[in-house]
T-cell receptor, first 115, second 114 residues
Framework: GAVVSQHPSWVICKSGTSVKIECRSL??????MFWYRQFPKQSLMLMATSNEGSKATYEQGVEKDKFLINHASLTLSTLTVTSAHPEDSSFYIC???????????FGQGTRLTVV | DQQVKQNSPSLSVQEGRISILNCDYTNSMFDYFLWYKKYPAEGPTFLIS?????DKNEDGRFTVFLNKSAKHLSLHIVPSQPGDSAVYFC?????????????FGQGTTLQVKP
């Protein structure tokens, strides 16, 4: 299957700082990528749809100014958590579709801990 | 509004027996369904999918059944193996959605006992 790489796999940051998470499609081009968030023992919640060359589409309740998404190329999308607070601590996962079928391929996820 | 529901948070089965994981959905516009397996601190791994035009899809030990009238799907794993122990998520795709935009259920933790 297609490979999606996410970096870093875990990060600890101080409250008030910003953290950038990268999501790369390694062997295919992804015009659209998706960012999810998972709290412990809960479902993966879609945060936003990242569109190459245009603004991201955010789901209801997700603060676009706090979770900045940039999709600068067909293989890279970034999620920046700005002014992070402890309640932002979570597991963030990106995914991308190949456009061939509806299957989505996921990155390894990033465990963010804000202290 | 939980459009995809997995009402059993956990399931425990004996090695070699069948595991049946269930999933219900409410949106009749969903036309493609997927099952993912997930280990802690890792991204989900695709297992098997089914289109709404089918009622069954089989891949090795994994079979997914879809009952459109009941808005219900299930994943059968037979025979179950200890390595199958993980969290299983069902997901659905809206027909008009971008490829890869998935709506997930809450997940079911499967434990297969040796």
């Amino acid at each position: 299957g297609a490979v999606v790489s996410q970096h870093p796999s875990w990060v600890i940051c101080k409250s008030g700082t910003s953290v950038k998470i990268e999501c790369r499609s390694l062997d295919f081009q992804a015009t659209t990528m998706f960012w999810y968030r998972q709290f412990p023992k809960q479902s993966l919640m879609l945060m936003a749809t990242s569109n190459e060359g245009s603004k991201a589409t955010y789901e209801q309740g997700v603060e676009k100014d706090k979770f900045l998404i940039n999709h600068a190329s067909l293989t890279l999308s970034t999620l920046t958590v700005t002014s992070a607070h402890p309640e932002d601590s979570s597991f963030y996962i990106c995914s991308a579709g190949t456009g061939v079928n509806t299957e989505a391929f996921f990155g390894q996820g990033t465990r963010l801990t804000v202290v | 509004d939980q459009q995809v529901k997995q009402n059993s948070p956990s399931l425990s089965v004996q090695e070699g027996r069948i595991s049946i994981l269930n999933c219900d959905y409410t949106n009749s516009m969903f036309d493609y369904f997927l099952w993912y397996k997930k280990y802690p601190a890792e991204g989900p791994t695709f297992l098997i999918s089914i289109s709404s035009i089918k009622d069954k899809n089989e891949d090795g030990r994994f079979t997914v059944f879809l009952n459109k009238s009941a808005k219900h799907l299930s994943l059968h794993i037979v025979p179950s193996q200890p390595g199958d122990s993980a969290v299983y998520f069902c997901a659905a795709v809206h027909g008009s959605s971008n490829t890869g935009k998935l709506i997930f259920g809450q997940g079911t933790t499967l434990q297969v006992k040796p």
